[in-house]
């Protein structure tokens, strides 16, 4: 007679401990490694039925083909661009992700971002902290009026389209989907969004369709200046155009939370002697307002994050209880 053998859990990064607890008692074990490399753990990966991560390293043929008794991949965020998935889907391994548990923090910190840039929040704070008091030169410029368009109208355009309900702006999208607009955003044509917008909000996940989406191409159709805002993939916009863009007035300002020269891991950037110059023109334009890749990064994101895998493993947990 066959019997359940317990499933076995790999967690490959530090999320918050209601995913453990939850996962004990919904029968699995357990086990973490947040320091190896991946060569080292592919060693031991086809002793685990499932894995959880968030950005360390990619998943990709090699370290699956090394996990010969993996269900799922489960990545702790929204994007699932550092997993082999299609290669993945191949061998019936199936991927979960939480678009769903960040959303209200990145719409909210794309919506900071765009006040504080238009009104030159960051700005005007350094000179005041310096003793220079200037009002003229730090008059802001107001949402009310203007039209807002969103790139990538899922999880995220929606909780940041969301945000902009009390602002009486037009708020239009666009997306390779169709019929995904809702009352809060108008769905349009590629060549009217270009034509309409005073200000570029980018939700796209990274796919080949997405890399360098925002360039000189792309921004020289713009039919009026704009601002933008990134929180999204750093890869998306191509840095050295932005700076063109923003020299030539095409671009107005720029809140970006991504940045093209990340590592794949999201963890850090400056590790280089010398900066790219189209990056030092960023760090020093008082036109660009910066974050470090932490617009989903907020307490209560952190739980949800957590809580959205969990919750969906244990949905999963019936289809893949292996047999010895």
């Known amino acids: 007679m066959q019997t359940l053998r317990t499933s076995r859990i790999l967690h490959l990064d530090s999320n918050h401990p209601l995913m453990m607890e939850q996962l004990e008692q919904a029968g699995f074990i357990n086990d973490c490694d947040y320091t190896s490399s991946k060569e080292i753990v592919e060693q031991k ?7 959880v991560i968030r950005s360390r390293f990619k998943i990709d043929r090699s370290f699956i083909d090394a996990a010969t008794q993996l269900k799922f991949i489960a990545r702790v965020g929204a994007g699932l661009e550092n997993i082999d998935c299609d290669y993945a889907a191949s061998k019936n391994i ?16 794309a919506m900071g971002m765009l006040l504080s840039l238009m009104n030159k929040l960051n700005l005007a704070d350094r000179e005041v902290r310096q003793g220079i008091w200037i009002r003229e030169g730090n008059r802001g410029v107001e949402i009310e009026g203007k039209t807002v368009g969103i790139i990538g109208y899922g999880h995220m355009g929606k909780a940041f389209a969301q945000r902009l309900k009390g602002f009486n702006c037009q708020v239009i999208c666009y997306d390779i989907q ?12 590629l060549e009217q969004f270009q034509r309409d917008i005073d200000i570029l909000s980018l939700h796209t996940p990274e796919t080949p369709d997405t890399l360098n989406l925002i360039n000189k191409e792309f921004l020289s159709k713009l039919s009026k200046p704009i601002y933008l805002i990134n929180t999204a993939r750093g890869k998306s916009v191509n840095t050295a155009d932005l700076v063109a863009c923003l020299q030539s007035g095409i671009v107005l300002g720029a809140g970006l939370d991504v940045l093209e020269y990340e590592k794949s891991s999201f963890e850090n950037l400056f590790q280089e002697t010398v900066l790219p110059e189209p990056l030092q023109y960023l760090i020093q334009s008082d036109r660009v307002l910066l974050s470090p890749h932490i617009a989903g990064w907020t307490k209560e994101s952190k739980e949800k994050l957590a809580q959205v895998i969990t919750d969906k493993i244990k949905a999963l947990q019936a289809s893949f209880l292996p047999l010895l």
């Open 45 to 51: 990966i086809a002793d685990y039925d499932g894995i």
């Open 94 to 109: 199936s991927l979960i992700a939480a678009p769903e548990g960040n959303s209200t923090a990145v719409g909210e910190h």
């Open 178 to 189: 169709e019929a995904v607009g809702n009352e809060n955003a108008t769905q349009v044509s």
